[in-house]
């Protein structure tokens, strides 16, 4: 299983998300695209920081009760993001995953965004390497 490697389960084409773009935009960009998160980069794919939906919610929550949204998502992402590395274990990293760790990675090779892995892409991972466990003792 430590052969398996985080290139061969990440996302490699996530959505991401710009520092200058509007929050209203950037909610709009992760519902239509199915994720509670995603990586924010510069114009060469540079990773800057983090955006998920909780940060989101918080902003939109708080902005609801005045009906005023001037926030980008340079003034809520984070700065501090637990990245993988495409050639990391994926059981390795299903271990952190059990702590309290981000659930989402962004895959970069140094500071650039190349792909990104999630709980569910891990999950997968696992279920089908279990698959070949039960094929093979059968």
């Known amino acids: 299983m430590e052969s398996v490697k985080v290139r061969d389960y990440m996302t490699k084409h996530p959505v991401a998300l710009s520092k200058t773009m509007s ?15 995603a990586p924010v980069v510069d114009a060469e794919q540079n990773l800057l920081g983090f955006v998920s939906e909780q940060e989101l919610l918080s902003v939109m929550l708080k902005s609801t009760y ?18 993988a590395n495409v050639d990391d274990s994926v059981l390795t990293l299903a271990e952190q995953m059990l702590d309290a760790k981000p659930k989402i990675y962004p895959v970069v090779e140094g500071t650039r965004l190349i792909g ?7 999950l997968l991972a696992l279920n089908t390497h279990m698959q070949q466990c039960y094929r093979n003792s059968a």
Do not use: F, K, W
Request: hydrophobic share 45%; glycine share 2%.
């Open 23 to 37: 929050i209203d935009s950037a909610v709009e960009t992760l519902l239509q695209a199915a994720q509670s998160g």
């Open 66 to 83: 005045h009906c005023d949204l001037h926030a980008t998502v340079a003034d809520v992402m984070r700065t501090d993001v637990v990245t």
């Open 116 to 122: 990104m892995i999630n709980r569910s892409r891990v």
